[in-house]
């Protein structure tokens, strides 16, 4: 019994470490992504402000540049306002539909053990201490009477 126990936890162990560098693997994949796609904006900048810096270039096309960059942000701005939006929508729908039903059967569960303790109390602890109190009290009176059994003083 004790070996499979063992073996089911080494089991376990296994495959979280498992799943834990499957997960450590796909975030190095994502760091690397990122990485990439921030090093192809940059020379994409890097690029375009050398060919501005060139002497033939006129101011209008500087301007449309400039335009066309501000249009990129803004599109890419919008498009992570959606996202993020999309985000809270999801995180609204947990807390309403999965957070909220464990928090009512947990206050559920506390008002059960609040009404079970006090049954207890009143039905259970207390008859036996007041039980124990007379017993006390009836040993004490066989004592001064003399029948009880003696103090060992």
């Known amino acids: 019994m004790s070996d499979e126990l063992v ?29 990439c796609i921030a090093i192809l904006i940059l020379s994409i900048i890097g690029f375009a402000v050398w060919g501005l810096l060139q002497p033939s270039t006129d101011t209008t096309k500087i301007r449309d ?10 599109f890419i701005i919008g498009l992570t306002l959606i ?16 957070i909220k039903p ?9 008002n059960t053990l609040k009404g079970t303790s ?5 039905n259970l602890v207390e008859p036996v201490m007041k039980l124990n109190e007379y ?13 009880g059994k003696k103090s060992k003083l």
């Open 7 to 35: 073996i089911n936890q080494e089991n376990n162990t296994t495959q979280s470490n498992s799943s834990n560098k499957e997960e450590l693997r796909k975030q190095r994949r994502m760091i690397i992504i990122g990485i």
């Open 65 to 74: 540049i400039f335009i066309i960059f501000m249009a990129v942000e803004s």
């Open 83 to 98: 996202i993020l939006m999309i985000q809270l929508a999801r995180l609204l729908n947990l807390l309403q539909n999965e």
């Open 102 to 110: 464990i928090i009512n059967s947990t206050n559920e569960t506390v």
């Open 118 to 122: 006090i049954f207890l109390s009143n």
């Open 135 to 147: 017993l006390a009290g009836f040993q004490q009176m066989l004592k001064l009477v003399g029948i």
